[in-house]
């Protein structure tokens, strides 16, 4: 480890020689680091974690949001994308409206759709078997990452299915692996307050476990910056990695700033760049068996997202195209960027682009081609 690491902070140094020696941290450690004001130290511990697994490395993908509806019964407090189903500004697409969606209004060719939407009381298990083979069959380089555990418990209830027959039916119809929303906080006091009529937190665990059972990778997401505290969110952090230690299929971790315009909670202030950074900081370092740490543009700004390039996050997202969530709770970054736009966040990040799939494989691409390398 080089020597330049500097801090005041006398509580960061035992964490930094248990980062010398790539020994676990412990809550006290996690809890130590959310509480320093000292960011550049905090960052320099997780820059050398990110460096040490990925060098300058810097992952982004071109991909596709599709959210097939807005419906939906939970009524989170935490939301802005969801409604009821009579509610103005419903919508729900008809499969062949989805299957346009997923074609329209992009040149480069994407490798992944993002496909993630509300809890409809009334649309068929079938509707989201057949959206999902009717892409594979229209699209079938493209990669189906589909379906929050939270959808997945609600579809196997709707369609009095166990957890594990609907993702296996889901896999079957293509899915290809699931994105990490819905993980919200774990602790139950916070969801009653942000979420209260989804799973719980074990449920989400238990049903990304199942997921990773049957060969579907998933990631993991956190939504901070509401009423949860320094604790809960060391307890979310601990509880995946302990998944994680048991299955190994996270991919990556995305910590999501909370916004809360047009939600029930929209008397609370945004998170400030402080958090948002001090956040992909402390992930890097306690997720230390998680591959990958996202720093999210749509949610974080461009901006912010490339300085976390430099205090633990290897990942940027994609091109997303099409962003409704965070737009609907009064996100002010575009809803899509050109390919070219990433990289050059990337390269005056001073780090190295890599477009990849979603299972990181690198993606090559000529005037004619889009290749991703086995
Ligand atoms: O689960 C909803 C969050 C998530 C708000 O897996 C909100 O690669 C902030 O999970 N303010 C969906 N956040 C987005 C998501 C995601 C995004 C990018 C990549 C991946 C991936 C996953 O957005 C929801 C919820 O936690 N959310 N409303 C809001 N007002």
Known sequence: ???????????????????????????????????????????????????????????FNVNRHINPTNVCVAACRLCAFGRRKD?????????EEAF????????????????????????????????VSGLKQRFPQVHLKAFTMVEVAYLAKRAKLS???????????????????GAEIFADRVRHIICDHKIDGNEWLDTAKLAHQIGLRSNATMLY?????????????????????ETGGFQTFIPLA?????????????????????????????LDNFPHIKAYWQMM???????ALRFGADDIDGTVIEEKIYHDAGATTPQGMQRQDLIRLIREAGREPIERDTLYRPVTRTETSVTVAV
């Open 87 to 95: 509610a103005a500004g419903s919508y729900t697409m008809a499969l």
């Open 258 to 286: 909370f916004h809360p315009e047009n939600t029930a909670l929209q008397h609370l202030p945004k998170t400030t760049g402080m958090l948002d950074i001090k956040q992909i900081a402390v992930s890097r370092l306690v």
């Open 301 to 307: 700004t461009s901006k912010i997202a490339q300085i």
């Open 225 to 245: 910056g509401h009423v949860e505290n320094d604790e809960d969110r060391v307890d979310h952090l601990l509880k995946l990695r302990a998944v994680q230690d």
């Open 100 to 131: 346009e969606t997923a074609a329209s209004g992009y040149t480069e060719a994407v490798t992944e759709f993002h496909i993630v939407g509300g809890l409809h009381p009334d649309l068929p298990f079938q509707y989201f078997l057949d959206l």
């Open 163 to 181: 957890i594990r027959e609907t993702l296996e039916a889901l896999k079957a119809a293509g899915v290809d692996s699931l994105p990490g929303g």
């Open 1 to 59: 480890m080089p020597h330049s690491f500097q801090t005041d902070d006398a509580r960061l140094r035992p964490i930094h020689d248990k980062v010398a020696l790539g020994e676990r941290l412990n809550p006290d450690d996690a809890l130590a680091l959310f509480r320093s004001g000292d960011i550049l130290a905090v960052g320099w511990l997780a820059n050398f974690v990110r460096e040490s697994l990925h060098g300058d490395k810097t992952y």
